[in-house]
């Protein structure tokens, strides 16, 4: 049975059901704290096999979303993050299933060393307690924030975004199932019933309840968090992602790189957004690059040696170095050079993702040391940032910030420390 997009109508009510989900994590977390690895993977298997299972009611709850979302006028890029296959839907199972084969990070030792007087100091990794998860129209985080909360040891709240509420609806039911099978508490991962904005704002100030906020979605989403929230917050700002072709790229390289980039799927975080071109090599590389792009399907908005390229090409405006266009659209600059390559990014760029082309390795490390993003690529597709393809299992997200985590935030970034102190019977004087 799809349940109905929101239950839950006036302020009164969602308050008082914020609040109880507050308790009912926090006192999850302490369960979790003190579980087993092999009960949370054991949670996590029976939360994969779940959700196979549930393939059809999944795709059924999405097919109610997608066309709701076209009703309301989503962009197609909206509906290509929203839309689920039973290949998505079996590429979410495994994501699962692979967080529950990676090694339990609780209770890990960072660091370990003795003291002059004796004393043995370890650093062990602990879970951080309630995470809040506030994210958008991806159905698919439902599954990855709450397996990765729950392999670190944390309860979760999550909520999502009213486009993909039916579809992360369907999921909870089978993370739940997973939970139960396993003998754990069902409010270990919550998901807040309702689309009404007010629980947001609810979420942020509960300080009493969570330890930390994610925030998965665009610029008016994470700006509101970062702006209201009273709680701790991991932000994943949006991402103006840029492939720099440099003077030493290897030109069959740069073409295959900068496509997939670009084009292999346009709609999430590690998309390329903006093409940056060295002009030592403008007369070999430019036009290659620009017309396998228009090839492929791309709006390509440039410089006029871009535009000297392909009538095809559109001017480009000053906002668009700055956009993150989530859609089959990307800019395309000439550069004078690593260091003019690199002040661009800096200016431009939401210290996200970017890549750089060329078989130079002293360039490489230039670029990748001078440029402040969370991930830096040498001779790869920006595609890649990507907490599953980094070994994680999955992310909640990609951290833009410098606190805590940055990057993909995996089991490990879900996680903080504490100090073991083992002694022999020390005094101190």
């Not at 290659?288 to 001017?315: F, I, K, S, T, Y």
Request: glycine share 8%; charged share 20%.
């Amino acid at each position: 049975m799809i349940a109905a997009v929101s239950t839950v109508r006036t302020e009164t009510e969602i308050a008082a059901l914020m609040e109880a989900m507050g308790e009912a994590a926090r006192a999850a977390a302490r369960v979790l704290a003190t579980a087993p690895a092999e009960t949370r993977n054991r949670a996590l298997t029976a939360a994969a096999a779940a959700i196979r299972a549930a393939t059809a009611e999944i795709l059924a709850a999405n097919a109610q979303d997608v066309a709701a979302g076209r009703a309301r006028g989503l962009t197609e890029a909206l509906i290509d993050r929203l839309a689920l296959t039973p290949a998505r839907i079996e590429a979410i199972a495994r994501a699962v299933d692979d967080i529950a084969a990676l090694p339990d990070p609780v209770g890990s030792v960072i660091a370990e060393w003795t003291r002059p007087n004796g004393l043995r100091i370890q650093r062990v990794r602990t879970p951080l307690g309630v995470i809040g998860v506030i994210y958008e129209s991806r159905p698919n985080v439902t599954a990855d924030a709450g397996a990765l909360c729950l392999k670190a040891g944390n309860a979760c709240l999550l909520r999502g975004g009213s486009e993909s509420f039916r579809s992360s609806q369907a999921i909870h039911r089978c993370l739940v199932a997973g939970l139960v099978a396993a003998g754990l508490p069902e409010a270990a991962i919550g998901f807040v019933p309702t689309t009404d904005r007010e629980a947001v704002g609810l979420m942020l100030a509960m300080n009493r309840h969570l330890d930390v906020i994610v925030p998965r979605g665009g610029k008016s989403l994470v700006a509101r968090v970062q702006t209201e929230a009273r709680v701790p917050v991991f932000a994943h700002l949006d991402g103006n992602c840029h492939v720099y072709v440099h003077a030493g790229a290897d030109l069959a390289k740069a073409r295959a790189i900068v496509v997939n980039a670009k084009m292999r799927r346009t709609s999430i975080c590690g998309a390329a957004e903006t093409l940056l071109v060295d002009r030592d090599v403008a007369a070999s590389h430019l036009a290659p690059l620009v017309q396998d792009l228009l090839a492929a399907g791309c709006e390509v908005r440039g410089d006029a040696a871009a535009q000297a390229v392909d009538a095809r090409v559109r001017p480009a405006t000053d906002a668009d170095w700055d956009t993150e266009y989530l859609d089959a659209v990307i800019a395309v600059k000439l550069v004078d050079g690593i260091d003019e390559a690199i002040a661009h990014i800096e200016a431009h760029g939401s210290h996200h993702t970017e890549a750089i082309v060329t078989e130079d390795a002293e360039a490489a490390r230039r670029f990748m040391a001078g440029i402040d993003s969370a991930i830096l690529l040498h001779n790869a597709s920006t595609q890649f940032a990507d907490g599953g393809e980094f070994g994680m299992g999955a992310e909640i997200g990609i951290a833009t910030g410098k606190m805590h985590a940055r990057g993909p935030v995996g089991t490990e970034q879900l996680c903080s420390f504490k100090y073991l102190v083992f002694g022999e019977g020390q005094t101190r004087s």
